[in-house]
């Protein structure tokens, strides 16, 4: 099996050039270089390499379309124009046996289909590369979406997988760059995020933690995210609620249903900013595919997410870093950019600031001469992601998964509205959020936050006092006992002094005697 996927790759790799990429990332292995122009095709290639590299990936089968989906969000290791094209792989595999479905469900829940739903829709909705989605009614009514991992998808993985991880150390030794690109690395971030989506009940989870963050007050008309039936979900079957929608790229249906677009392209930033300043946990994967628009509480639309397989946390330090950063970028404070990088840790401590600095001006600065609509924040940060290959800058995980969600609430904005500016939607929210941070408000709301620690700590409080000043009052004891060791040190080393003396005298005298 190993051998025939190996046999595949190859020819897929010749039938689309992509030879061409490897020749071009070893000018300085000319030896390697001639014998791959020897297996060349000689005819120039009619498409360009990102989309070739697209077409292949495809043509592999969908555990290699998921992992060029992960290679688009990495543009600090894919070249720029590789990276966009892979953003429009599609995962999209025909469905598995309906009988085969019912199986899963019954053995995975441990009942008949009869006892776990009142009816069953044979025929699936949809069908990616790790699951697909049936409809069907529960015993009290409810319209649900059961999502259903494909059977033996275990095994393919890690077959797939294991030839990846030997790619990934032939291109490590093979490419000068191989060690900064770290190849290893990127298959095992891969693994992770694959094996993440193998296991629905994470996906569960995700989905019903990013429910609770949208119920809260105020919140509760941006965002719909179905309801988990948890007697009805395990590892290998998630049960969710129905959601009757619009996919948000049908652009001709919502106007036809008098949705306000404009409304939608504003809310879906606010939505993303929500997100990720004030939770710090966000859906990773908000392209068109997984964002509908309903009309069950507002005629004019409000959005609904699916598919929680992938979603990116991000600590207190991560949430003030990027606003600090952005808040920089906004007022081209390109000096403050570098030092938040510096700080961070992120590039070397001997990196000189000014000459970082000078790399984020380079990069930044072009923007500014366009209107204010035309400018793509989520470009921008591929473009500072491009250039900090010269400083060995460390892209964290969470951050190149915020940067990929951020390209695609950008791209659907823009098609929504041509006019959106995320500028303007963005930086209030940001001053905002900042200000709630540092200001009176956030240092009260800090303060009560740490009066539950307080509560614990106080009632300790005399004791730590009492014990404290007991020591206190035996330092001098302490202190005197010590000036009495030293001394008694200092006239045993003496005495010992003298004592080896006066032996080697006594020695000497023998010595003189017995001559």
Same mark, same amino acid.
């Given at each position: 099996?190993?051998?025939?996927?190996?046999?595949?790759?190859?020819?897929?790799?010749?039938?689309?050039?992509? /030879?061409?990429?490897?020749? !071009?990332?070893?000018?300085?292995?000319?030896?390697?270089?001639?014998?791959?122009?020897?297996?060349?095709?000689?005819?120039?290639? +009619?498409?360009?390499?990102?989309?070739?590299?697209?077409?292949?990936?495809? @043509?592999?089968?969908?555990?290699?379309?998921?992992?060029?989906?992960?290679?688009?969000?990495?543009?600090?290791?894919?070249?720029?124009?590789?990276?966009?094209?892979?953003?429009?792989?599609?995962?999209?595999?025909?469905?598995?046996? @309906?009988?085969?479905? *019912?199986?899963?469900?019954?053995?995975?829940?441990?009942?008949?289909?009869?006892?776990?739903?009142?009816?069953?829709?044979?025929?699936?909705?949809?069908?990616?590369?790790?699951?697909?989605?049936?409809?069907?009614? &529960?015993?009290?009514?409810?319209?649900?979406?059961?999502?259903?991992?494909?059977?033996?998808?275990?095994? &393919?993985?890690? @077959?797939?997988?294991?030839l990846m991880r030997s790619v990934a150390s032939i291109v490590h030794w093979l490419l000068?760059?191989?060690?900064?690109?770290?190849?290893?690395?990127?298959?095992?971030?891969?693994?992770?995020?694959?094996?993440?989506?193998?296991?629905?009940?994470?996906?569960?989870?995700?989905?019903?933690?990013?429910?609770?963050?949208?119920?809260?007050?105020?919140?509760?008309?941006?965002?719909?995210?179905?309801?988990? $039936?948890?007697?009805?979900?395990?590892?290998?079957?998630?049960?969710?609620?129905?959601?009757?929608?619009?996919?948000?790229?049908?652009?001709?249906?919502?106007?036809?249903?008098?949705?306000?677009?404009?409304?939608?392209?504003?809310?879906?930033?606010?939505?993303?900013? &929500?997100?990720?300043?004030?939770? #710090?946990?966000?859906?990773?994967?908000?392209?068109? #595919?997984?964002?509908?628009?309903? +009309? !069950?509480?507002?005629?004019?639309?409000? $959005?609904?997410?699916? !598919?929680?397989?992938? *979603?990116?946390?991000?600590?207190?330090?991560?949430?003030?870093?990027?606003?600090?950063?952005?808040?920089?970028?906004?007022?081209?404070?390109?000096?403050?950019?570098?030092?938040?990088?510096?700080?961070?840790?992120?590039?070397?401590?001997? &990196?000189?600031?000014?000459?970082?600095?000078?790399?984020?001006?380079?990069?930044?600065?072009?923007?500014?001469?366009?209107?204010?609509?035309?400018? @793509?924040?989520?470009?921008?940060?591929?473009?500072?992601?491009?250039?900090?290959?010269?400083?060995?800058? /460390?892209?964290?995980?969470?951050?190149?998964?915020? +940067?990929?969600?951020?390209?695609?609430?950008? #791209?659907?904005?823009?098609?929504?509205?041509?006019? %959106?500016?995320?500028?303007?939607?963005?930086?209030?929210? %940001?001053?905002?959020?900042?200000?709630?941070?540092? #200001?009176?408000?956030?240092?009260? /709301?800090?303060?009560?936050?740490?009066?539950?620690?307080?509560?614990?700590?106080?009632?300790?409080?005399?004791?730590?006092?009492?014990?404290?000043?007991? +020591?206190?009052?035996?330092?001098? %004891?302490?202190?005197?006992?010590?000036?009495?060791?030293?001394?008694?040190?200092?006239?045993?080393?003496?005495?010992? $002094?003298?004592?080896?003396?006066?032996?080697?005298?006594?020695?000497?005298?023998?010595?003189?005697?017995?001559?």
């Amino acid at each position: 099996m190993f051998r025939f996927r190996v046999f595949i790759v190859l020819f897929a790799m010749y039938k689309y050039g992509l /030879e061409e990429l490897l020749i !071009d990332a070893m000018p300085q292995r000319p030896f390697m270089r001639r014998i791959l122009k020897v297996f060349s095709r000689k005819k120039r290639y +009619q498409a360009p390499r990102g989309v070739r590299l697209r077409k292949a990936l495809e @043509s592999l089968g969908p555990i290699y379309v998921k992992f060029g989906q992960v290679l688009s969000t990495r543009p600090d290791i894919v070249p720029l124009d590789i990276a966009r094209e892979l953003v429009f792989l599609q995962d999209r595999v025909p469905p598995f046996p @309906s009988d085969e479905a *019912v199986a899963i469900v019954e053995k995975s829940l441990r009942k008949p289909l009869t006892e776990l739903y009142a009816e069953f829709n044979y025929e699936p909705v949809a069908s990616a590369s790790v699951a697909q989605v049936h409809r069907a009614l &529960t015993h009290d009514g409810k319209q649900v979406a059961v999502k259903i991992l494909r059977p033996n998808i275990i095994k &393919t993985i890690e @077959s797939d997988l294991a030839l990846m991880r030997s790619v990934a150390s032939i291109v490590h030794w093979l490419l000068p760059d191989g060690r900064r690109l770290r190849p290893k690395e990127v298959v095992a971030e891969f693994d992770k995020y694959l094996h993440d989506e193998l296991d629905l009940q994470i996906e569960a989870a995700n989905c019903s933690q990013l429910r609770r963050n949208f119920e809260l007050e105020g919140r509760e008309n941006l965002l719909k995210v179905p309801e988990v $039936y948890w007697s009805l979900s395990s590892s290998l079957v998630f049960t969710m609620e129905w959601i009757d929608g619009v996919p948000i790229n049908q652009m001709e249906r919502l106007d036809e249903l008098g949705m306000d677009i404009k409304k939608l392209a504003r809310e879906g930033v606010e939505i993303f900013f &929500t997100q990720v300043f004030e939770d #710090g946990f966000f859906h990773a994967d908000m392209h068109p #595919g997984n964002i509908l628009v309903t +009309q !069950d509480i507002d005629p004019k639309g409000r $959005y609904a997410a699916l !598919d929680f397989g992938i *979603v990116g946390t991000l600590s207190e330090v991560d949430k003030n870093y990027l606003a600090q950063n952005f808040l920089a970028f906004f007022r081209r404070d390109y000096r403050r950019v570098a030092q938040l990088h510096i700080e961070s840790g992120w590039v070397p401590q001997e &990196t000189r600031e000014e000459e970082l600095e000078a790399a984020v001006r380079s990069v930044c600065e072009p923007y500014f001469d366009l209107p204010l609509a035309e400018i @793509s924040l989520g470009a921008v940060l591929m473009r500072l992601f491009q250039t900090s290959r010269r400083f060995n800058v /460390e892209i964290q995980p969470q951050l190149v998964l915020l +940067q990929k969600t951020l390209l695609n609430v950008e #791209g659907m904005g823009r098609q929504l509205d041509p006019d %959106l500016d995320l500028w303007k939607t963005a930086k209030p929210f %940001l001053e905002r959020w900042m200000y709630q941070r540092i #200001g009176p408000k956030g240092v009260i /709301e800090k303060l009560k936050k740490e009066s539950v620690h307080w509560a614990q700590l106080l009632p300790e409080v005399p004791r730590l006092m009492h014990n404290s000043l007991h +020591q206190h009052s035996h330092l001098d %004891l302490i202190s005197k006992e010590l000036r009495e060791l030293r001394r008694s040190h200092r006239r045993s080393r003496s005495l010992l $002094y003298v004592m080896t003396i006066s032996q080697l005298l006594i020695a000497m005298l023998a010595l003189i005697y017995w001559r």
